[in-house]
């Protein structure tokens, strides 16, 4: 395997050479590496943040490509402080989420419940008090609801997300 990085200005040039070294079957992949998180990006309308990782295989026919175990956000961070707004929490706060392919597609639930973290999330800006969200939704107490906005946070981290502005 070979891995070559690349910026925008030449990355299609690159990967006709690598086609033609190689041989075009022997493209493995491209990787997208963003190599600046910076409020700072958004001073120019354009940001040149991201570089290109081409990835060939001498032979894609033999290589030996291992798939890594998909490590969720629960587990990445088990026993890891997890920022959140300036305050620090641990993952083990996150004891209530859990993720089993066979139910909701995979996604985040509370306690195993058929309710999804992005439900609740939604839920909370919908519903005016808590005790009408909980009228609704009885089976969750006020630690669910907690953890599953931290772990919407944590899922977030720092990306800047642009509203319009009212009119």
Known sequence: ??????????????????????????????FIWQKVDSPNDNKVA???DHEYILCFAKDLATAVLKQKHDVSLLDAFRGRRVSQGGH?????AFDRITIEP???NGQPCIRGLRL?????????????????LRTDY?????????????YA?????????ELKTAS
């Open 102 to 104: 066979g139910k909701m």
């Open 1 to 30: 395997m070979i891995f070559v990085q690349v910026d925008d200005n030449e990355g299609h040039y690159l990967k006709t050479v690598m086609d033609e070294l190689f041989g075009r079957p022997n493209f493995v992949t491209t």
């Open 46 to 48: 354009v940001t040149p």
């Open 116 to 132: 999804t973290v992005r439900r609740i999330v939604e839920a909370v800006g919908e519903y005016r008090s808590r005790e009408d």
């Open 153 to 161: 946070a944590a899922m977030l981290g720092d990306q800047i997300v």
């Open 88 to 92: 620090g929490m641990y993952a083990s």
């Open 138 to 150: 009885p089976d969750l107490d006020d630690e669910d609801i907690r953890q599953a906005l931290g």
